[in-house]
């Protein structure tokens, strides 16, 4: 008999002879050359019986030698009717307890933050399960628990306060038994304020409308709903104070992005207006693709062509383009004047004029080469036809008189032109002198890590303006500022012509929120030390919860969820600070942990407007880490 071959690993013959054997019907199938079975068997020495046993055996292995592509199919977990009976058990236990806290709006689900954070505790609480088999039990889709694992949730409380005791005790008195009744179902409601509408009209047969509830629980103190942002008292003081002289001696320009859609495809425009401060008249028009020196100047030069003649003074924005040097080349004796830095009255002339373009315009029938001329052929059409329109307006403030009448009718003396001149004059110098004392005042470090960044970024600034801008701010938010628009670049969340504006604006937001934060920091010290009543119940409610919480994780999400809670300012900023104190007394290794726990219940509760979420957030990272 032949000796059989050194195998690595050996094998006895009999699986050499199978191996053969099986590879012998491929090879007969290839067309290639491949010994008899007879042969085999006595070459090996093997029985015939066995040998095709085991070949048998051998050719249902070899399907599971080799892996598809792709990640392996998960395995099927035990289906487990017992745990699954309980879970769901537990979901009908927790919604008796929390009405609303699952609503729905035509085919659209409502859940609170309570309910969401129920979920992902019995996930917590049944590792051994799949988010399948939960979310099946609590009747909760797959995909909306993942996002709920993800991010977290905490289920925010109605505590008992003495602002709401006192309110009832008002609202007691008046025997109304509806009332009452929407009076107590708030209290035990978890959802939303429209379901809870129709929750009380339909299951509770009270005849009110939405706005008749609102009414009741703003009055009891129960809910406070958001209000709309009115006119700031210090708007309400400053209108009527822009200083005017006659038609011609100031006009006033500014740009505002405008869309056009052709065919189903929107194109985006800049429309450049300039208009006299003293008859509102809009004098000069432009329309091009982006706002910059040559839109400012096309404008001017088409009002000097309207009028006749060029204005003593033109005031413009602080953006870069309104004051490069080839601006004031361009305007001659006409001086140039900046506007006060956020202060929008300023271009209350312009900015009326854009609001009353915004109106309904009749249709233009163009026809242009291509899409974007055409559309730009409608815009600059429409805005003179508006334009027109409104200047020939007869005005009731003016005794019937249109702009155009106002404009023409003008006849300044020279004693009021030369002390136009002088006046606006003075006010130009004024203004670029407090600009160059802003300017001087920076630190060089900061100024010299802005033009690194700048220049590294490709952000425009010809003039510094901006620079000179972000750089009045503290360093920890120039950081902060640089660092949310360089992520938000390189995450490719940034808008579209985001620019060097797009990053004054998150430093000075971050600026004023550091500052709030400094504010009630020192405030809430200052009352510490007088020991003011008000912080009474807050440090009332610190010492019950520490003691029905002694687990570090539970007295954490506590914390959390009273800050969230809150409407006043004072009280997040107390919980939060309490929150904060809370993981600086635990060893250094879990912070990070901690620091988790607490952003993972922060997202969860989306009650919570989304800027409100990120501002707690970051608001902990500081108290965590701070940076100086």
Same mark, same amino acid.
């Given at each position: 008999m032949s000796s059989i071959p050194d195998l690595h690993p050996p094998v006895s013959a009999r699986v050499v002879a199978a191996l053969l054997l099986a590879a012998s019907s491929q090879l007969r199938a290839l067309g290639l050359p491949y010994p008899t079975a007879r042969a085999v068997l006595e070459a090996t020495g093997t029985g015939r019986s066995r040998a095709y046993e085991l070949r048998d055996r051998l050719l249902e292995v070899l399907p599971t030698l080799e892996r598809r592509r792709g990640r392996p199919s998960k395995p099927v977990a035990e289906e487990r009717t017992d745990v699954r009976a309980e879970l769901g058990s537990e979901a009908v236990?927790?919604?008796? !307890?929390h009405p609303g806290a699952v609503s729905r709006t035509g085919h659209k689900r409502h859940y609170s933050d309570g309910f969401r954070h129920f979920a992902v505790g019995l996930c917590e609480c049944h590792q051994d399960l799949d988010v399948e088999q939960v979310a099946a039990a609590i009747e909760v889709p797959a995909t909306t628990l993942r996002e709920w694992l993800r991010a977290g949730g905490a289920p925010p409380s109605k505590p008992e306060t003495s602002e709401a005791a006192d309110a009832q005790a008002v609202v007691d008195p008046v025997g109304d038994l509806h009332v009452q009744t929407v009076l107590e179902a708030w209290r035990t409601w978890h959802g939303p304020f429209t379901a809870f509408c129709k929750h009380v009209r339909e299951h509770h047969h009270v005849p009110f409308g939405r706005a008749a509830i609102a009414s009741i629980l703003a009055r009891a103190g129960e809910r406070v709903p958001d209000r709309r942002r009115g006119r700031s008292p210090d708007e309400q003081a400053l209108r009527r104070s822009f200083r005017t002289f006659f038609? $011609?001696?100031?006009? /006033?320009?500014?740009?505002t992005p405008v869309g056009v859609r052709v065919e189903g495809e929107l194109f985006v425009f800049n429309l450049e207006l300039v208009v006299d401060t003293a008859s509102a008249a809009t004098v000069g028009i432009d329309v091009r693709?982006? !706002?910059?020196a040559d839109?400012?100047?096309?404008?001017?030069d088409d009002g000097v062509a309207t009028t006749g003649a060029a204005p003593l003074c033109l005031l413009l924005d602080n953006k870069p383009s309104n004051h490069a040097p080839r601006v004031d080349d361009a305007l001659g004796e006409t001086a140039r004047m900046r506007a006060t830095a956020e202060r929008p009255q300023n271009k209350a002339h312009v900015e009326g004029a854009f609001g009353l373009f915004s109106q309904t315009a009749p249709p233009?029938?163009?026809? $242009?080469? /291509?899409k974007r001329e055409r559309a730009r052929q409608m815009l600059d059409l429409q805005t003179r036809t508006w334009a027109r329109t409104l200047n020939h307006r007869p005005r009731a403030d003016h005794r019937g008189r249109s702009r155009v009448d106002l404009y023409r009718d003008a006849d300044p003396s020279d004693q009021d032109i030369e002390r136009a001149r002088k006046t606006l004059q003075a006010r130009a110098r004024e203004q670029q002198r407090a600009h160059e004392t802003r300017r001087a005042r920076q630190n060089p470090a900061v100024r010299l890590t802005l033009d690194e960044t700048f220049e590294r970024l490709g952000l425009d600034d010809p003039e510094g303006n901006l620079r000179n801008a972000i750089a009045r701010y503290p360093l920890t938010s120039i950081v902060e500022g640089l660092a949310v628009f360089e992520g938000k670049r390189q995450a490719g969340s940034l808008p579209d012509h985001a620019d060097a504006r797009y990053l004054f604006g998150i430093v000075r937001n971050l600026a004023h929120e550091h500052e709030g934060m400094a504010i009630a920091e020192r405030l809430w010290a200052l009352r510490l030390e007088a020991r003011d009543r008000v912080f009474a119940p807050l440090r009332a409610d610190l010492d019950i919860? !520490?003691?029905h919480h002694p687990d570090v994780d539970e007295r954490l999400r506590s914390f959390i969820d009273r800050s969230l809670t809150t409407h006043r300012a004072i009280d997040r900023f107390f919980w939060l600070t309490c929150a904060a104190d809370l993981v600086r007394d635990q060893p250094r290794d879990v912070h990070h942990s901690l620091f988790r726990v607490? *952003?993972?219940?922060? =997202? $969860?509760?989306?009650? *919570?407007? =989304?800027? !409100?979420?990120?501002?707690?957030?970051r608001f902990l990272a500081a108290k965590l880490l701070p940076l100086a």
């Open positions: 236990r927790y919604l008796m !307890e038609p $011609g001696a100031q006009w /006033t320009g500014d740009g693709d982006h !706002e910059d839109a400012v100047l096309a404008a001017f233009i029938v163009i026809d $242009g080469v /291509t919860l !520490e003691h607490a *952003v993972r219940r922060i =997202h $969860g509760t989306h009650r *919570v407007p =989304h800027r !409100e979420r990120l501002r707690a957030t």
